[in-house]
């Protein structure tokens, strides 16, 4: 089964009444602000997460800007959302599929195994004309499910620091831009960790609204990296914070790309360290 729903299959599973858990992972820089877009509208249903807060810890230059959730606090979050142990869960955001990535990454890592990703998001189910909802969203019911942190693998730091002196695989998911250090807003640094091969995150979506590609189209961006699952099997996948390798990390697994470690703190966590080095320039496929 996909890692992917489409509007038309979550339509058809909320007329049918199918018991599932659908989470609004939505993300603003002021607090409230995400309710507030919750609020004006969303999926019937949905239940409301401010992804800033559920999925990401407290940022540190030791830990880089959205660092794993404290599991208790997850655990407060998986009963204010009534997730059951025996119902699949849904998660989307306003359509960029970010934090709806980022959602599905942490909510596998804590131990939810039926988690899929709505393609597209609100946007595009807004735009095949769906209905929508204002409010507060839906009840809640009792929960059964314990967040199981680390069931997702992770790299640390210092695993990292291994992999790019031994030459094994790292894959960075920023934008081009950001990875051969040409444009760095957000870091201490610009560049990449030495040896990465760059393949972008939004190159697994359509132009336009923001569909991710089929499974098919993205081996072949893969490909076009040089990336099979032979080579991939034991990368460590980064991006700047957590967020866009999330996504990374749901296209590939969908792609058949299992087990594969995340990075968490990525280039926010490494650039901090001045004892890091960094390479800068293009590296966009393997053995380049």
């Known amino acids: 089964m996909s890692i992917l729903v489409s509007p038309q299959e979550l339509q058809q599973s909320i007329h049918h009444g199918d018991r ?19 609020s004006s509208m ?28 404290d599991p208790d606090k997850l655990q407060n979050w ?34 939810v ?4 990703i709505l393609n597209g998001g609100l946007k595009y189910w807004a735009h095949l004309g769906f209905e929508t909802l204002t409010g507060p969203g839906n009840l809640v ?7 199981r942190p680390g069931s997702m693998p992770t790299a640390t730091l210092e695993e990292a620091r291994e992999y790019s002196e031994n030459g094994g695989l790292l894959i960075d998911t920023r934008t081009r831009n950001r990875f051969s250090g040409r444009r760095e807003n957000l870091d201490l640094k610009a560049g990449h960790i030495p040896g990465a091969v760059n393949v972008p995150e939004r190159f697994f979506h359509h132009d336009g609204i923001r569909t991710l590609k089929s499974r098919e189209e993205n081996l072949q961006v893969l490909a076009d990296a040089g990336l099979t699952p032979e080579n991939v099997k034991d990368a460590i996948i980064y991006s ?23 990075f968490v703190g990525g ?5 901090a360290d001045p004892a890091n080095p960094v390479e800068r320039g293009d590296r966009f496929r393997v053995g380049e």
């Open 240 to 262: 700047g914070s957590g967020n866009h390798s999330a996504l990374a990390l749901a296209v590939l697994e969908d792609a058949g790309f299992h087990g594969l470690r995340h």
């Open 42 to 69: 969303h999926i019937p249903t949905a239940q409301y997460s401010d992804a800033a807060q559920a999925f990401v810890g407290l940022p540190g230059s030791k830990v880089g800007r959205n660092p794993l959730p």
């Open 113 to 116: 195994e039926d988690v899929r």
């Open 20 to 38: 599932l858990t659908l989470l609004a992972s939505l993300w603003q820089p002021v607090e409230g602000e995400s309710y507030n877009q919750f």
């Open 141 to 147: 019911v009792n929960t059964d499910a314990e967040v």
């Open 78 to 111: 998986f009963e204010k959302w009534g997730l059951r142990s025996n119902r699949p869960v849904v998660v989307y955001d306003e359509g960029r599929g970010v934090f709806a990535g980022r959602a599905w990454w942490t909510l596998r890592w804590a131990g």
């Open 267 to 271: 280039w926010s966590q490494w650039s």
